[in-house]
Nanobody, 124 residues
Framework: QVQLVESGGGLVQPGGSLRLSCAAS????????MGWFRQAPGKEREFVATINWSGGDTNYANSVKGRFIISRDNAKNTVYLQMNSLKPEDTAVYYC?????????????????WGQGTQVTVSS
Protein backbone atom coordinates (compact mmCIF):
# COMPACT_ATOMS: atom_id res chain seq x y z
CA GLN A 1 0.00 0.00 0.00
CA VAL A 2 1.19 3.51 -0.83
CA GLN A 3 0.16 6.72 0.85
CA LEU A 4 0.51 10.02 -0.97
CA VAL A 5 -0.10 13.32 0.77
CA GLU A 6 -0.14 16.57 -1.21
CA SER A 7 0.42 20.00 0.27
CA GLY A 8 1.14 23.54 -0.83
CA GLY A 9 -2.11 24.48 -2.51
CA GLY A 10 -3.93 27.74 -1.88
CA LEU A 11 -5.14 31.00 -3.34
CA VAL A 12 -2.78 32.98 -5.55
CA GLN A 13 -3.14 35.95 -7.87
CA PRO A 14 -2.69 35.58 -11.64
CA GLY A 15 0.99 35.67 -12.48
CA GLY A 16 1.95 34.28 -9.10
CA SER A 17 3.68 31.07 -8.10
CA LEU A 18 3.00 28.06 -5.91
CA ARG A 19 5.00 24.96 -5.09
CA LEU A 20 3.12 21.74 -4.49
CA SER A 21 4.67 18.85 -2.60
CA CYS A 22 3.69 15.20 -2.47
CA ALA A 23 5.12 13.03 0.30
CA ALA A 24 5.07 9.28 -0.34
CA SER A 25 5.29 6.38 2.08
CA UNK A 26 4.82 2.63 2.02
CA UNK A 27 6.74 1.80 -1.14
CA UNK A 28 10.21 2.03 -2.65
CA UNK A 29 9.58 5.54 -3.91
CA UNK A 30 12.74 5.79 -5.99
CA UNK A 31 11.73 2.83 -8.20
CA UNK A 32 8.60 4.42 -9.66
CA UNK A 33 7.63 7.29 -11.89
CA MET A 34 5.39 9.97 -10.45
CA GLY A 35 2.84 12.30 -11.96
CA TRP A 36 0.67 15.30 -11.31
CA PHE A 37 -2.88 15.55 -12.61
CA ARG A 38 -5.60 18.13 -12.06
CA GLN A 39 -9.37 18.36 -12.19
CA ALA A 40 -11.32 21.58 -12.54
CA PRO A 41 -15.02 21.82 -11.61
CA GLY A 42 -17.19 20.22 -14.27
CA LYS A 43 -14.20 18.89 -16.20
CA GLU A 44 -12.43 15.58 -16.49
CA ARG A 45 -9.15 14.94 -14.75
CA GLU A 46 -6.21 15.88 -16.97
CA PHE A 47 -2.52 15.22 -17.08
CA VAL A 48 -0.16 17.96 -15.94
CA ALA A 49 3.36 16.56 -15.58
CA THR A 50 5.30 13.34 -15.06
CA ILE A 51 8.82 12.38 -14.01
CA ASN A 52 10.67 9.08 -14.24
CA TRP A 53 12.21 7.20 -11.33
CA SER A 54 15.52 9.07 -11.36
CA GLY A 55 14.24 12.52 -12.25
CA GLY A 56 16.13 12.55 -15.52
CA ASP A 57 13.10 12.36 -17.79
CA THR A 58 10.08 14.63 -17.57
CA ASN A 59 7.06 15.41 -19.69
CA TYR A 60 4.45 18.16 -19.51
CA ALA A 61 1.03 19.00 -20.84
CA ASN A 62 1.21 21.69 -23.51
CA SER A 63 -0.91 23.97 -21.36
CA VAL A 64 1.75 24.14 -18.62
CA LYS A 65 4.97 23.67 -20.58
CA GLY A 66 7.43 26.45 -19.84
CA ARG A 67 5.56 27.48 -16.67
CA PHE A 68 5.53 24.37 -14.46
CA ILE A 69 8.48 22.25 -13.33
CA ILE A 70 8.23 18.77 -11.86
CA SER A 71 11.07 17.44 -9.73
CA ARG A 72 11.70 14.80 -7.11
CA ASP A 73 13.93 14.15 -4.12
CA ASN A 74 14.22 10.40 -3.66
CA ALA A 75 16.04 10.81 -0.36
CA LYS A 76 12.96 12.57 0.99
CA ASN A 77 10.38 10.43 -0.84
CA THR A 78 8.87 13.62 -2.21
CA VAL A 79 7.85 14.93 -5.61
CA TYR A 80 7.31 18.62 -6.31
CA LEU A 81 5.44 20.75 -8.80
CA GLN A 82 6.70 24.31 -9.11
CA MET A 83 3.99 26.38 -10.76
CA ASN A 84 4.92 29.81 -12.14
CA SER A 85 3.02 32.44 -14.13
CA LEU A 86 -0.23 30.99 -12.89
CA LYS A 87 -3.42 31.70 -14.81
CA PRO A 88 -7.09 31.50 -13.73
CA GLU A 89 -7.47 28.44 -15.96
CA ASP A 90 -4.95 26.62 -13.75
CA THR A 91 -7.56 26.60 -10.99
CA ALA A 92 -8.24 22.96 -10.07
CA VAL A 93 -7.70 20.25 -7.52
CA TYR A 94 -4.19 18.89 -8.10
CA TYR A 95 -3.49 15.22 -7.52
CA CYS A 96 -0.21 13.43 -7.09
CA UNK A 97 0.00 9.86 -8.40
CA UNK A 98 2.46 6.97 -8.26
CA UNK A 99 2.96 4.97 -11.45
CA UNK A 100 2.94 1.21 -11.93
CA UNK A 101 6.44 1.37 -13.39
CA UNK A 102 9.55 3.49 -13.60
CA UNK A 103 8.74 5.19 -16.94
CA UNK A 104 6.94 8.53 -17.11
CA UNK A 105 3.41 8.53 -18.54
CA UNK A 106 0.64 10.99 -19.28
CA UNK A 107 -2.03 8.27 -19.05
CA UNK A 108 -3.93 8.11 -15.78
CA UNK A 109 -4.43 4.34 -16.08
CA UNK A 110 -0.65 3.93 -15.76
CA UNK A 111 -0.96 5.11 -12.15
CA UNK A 112 -2.28 2.93 -9.37
CA UNK A 113 -1.94 5.13 -6.31
CA TRP A 114 -3.39 8.61 -5.87
CA GLY A 115 -3.32 11.31 -3.23
CA GLN A 116 -6.35 13.09 -1.85
CA GLY A 117 -5.68 16.28 -3.82
CA THR A 118 -4.91 19.87 -2.95
CA GLN A 119 -6.89 22.88 -4.14
CA VAL A 120 -5.20 25.56 -6.24
CA THR A 121 -7.19 28.70 -6.94
CA VAL A 122 -5.85 31.44 -9.19
CA SER A 123 -7.90 34.59 -8.84
CA SER A 124 -7.53 38.31 -8.25
Amino acid sequence: QVQLVESGGGLVQPGGSLRLSCAASGRTFSSYAMGWFRQAPGKEREFVATINWSGGDTNYANSVKGRFIISRDNAKNTVYLQMNSLKPEDTAVYYCACARGSWPSSRSNEYNYWGQGTQVTVSS
